[in-house]
């Protein structure tokens, strides 16, 4: 009788639900940053439910004494607390954008210690990654995840599209783009 192997059929249903997330949000991820999400949502699920946010907490009290492999743990757990836990976030009173914030630049930093270009990739397309990271979350559930204030912060402070498609659901009275035309 042959075993089969059930990490493969596992990692098949996260390229699917991780593909079908990026056609709801109308991103398409380059190949090499699809297979480290990929990788990373399966190692989260195989681990827990969510990561643990003292460990990211405990790391950035200790910012000085970090290894370089604490800036990659860092940016993975801010990138899943970002686009798949946000209301927990929330409940701790941190704004989402915080998450998306050190999430870049964990990565941005770590690049500077190893010579994998996905790192540098994961800092630049942050919000994308968030962006798609939100839409898998709501792929079967059509409850808005972000409250309308942290939807706000994160669309005006980095044009997630995640975000503004949030707000409009909130209400349809939405900000402007543009500066305030009223005259004086």
């Known amino acids: 009788m042959?075993?089969?192997n059930i990490?493969?059929?596992e990692l098949g249903g996260w390229r699917a639900l991780l593909s079908k997330a990026e056609f709801v949000a109308k991103t398409e991820l380059d190949g090499a940053l699809e297979e480290y999400v990929l990788?990373?949502?399966f190692k989260t699920s195989r681990r827990s439910a969510e990561p643990t946010l003292s460990s990211i907490n405990e790391g950035l009290n200790a910012a000085h004494d970090l290894l370089a492999d604490d800036f990659r743990a860092i940016g993975d757990h801010c990138l899943l607390?970002?686009?798949?836990f946000p209301e927990h976030a929330v409940r701790r009173n941190l704004p989402i954008t915080y998450y998306?914030?050190?999430?870049?630049?964990?990565y941005a930093e770590y690049v500077r210690y190893t010579d994998d270009p996905i790192f540098g990739m994961?800092?630049?397309?942050f919000v994308d990654i968030v962006?798609?990271?939100i839409a898998l979350r709501q792929i079967d559930d059509q409850q808005v995840i972000m409250d309308p204030i942290n939807a706000y912060h994160l669309w005006r402070d980095t044009g997630s599209v995640a975000a503004?498609?949030?707000l409009s659901r909130h209400s349809s009275s939405l900000p402007g783009i543009s500066v305030s035309t009223a005259i004086n």
């Open 7 to 9: 990490h493969l059929a």
């Open 122 to 125: 994961l800092s630049t397309f």
């Open 164 to 166: 503004w498609k949030a």
């Open 100 to 106: 998306v914030t050190v999430g870049e630049s964990a």
């Open 81 to 84: 607390y970002a686009g798949l």
């Open 131 to 133: 962006d798609v990271l």
């Open 2 to 4: 042959e075993s089969i």
């Open 39 to 41: 990788r990373l949502l």
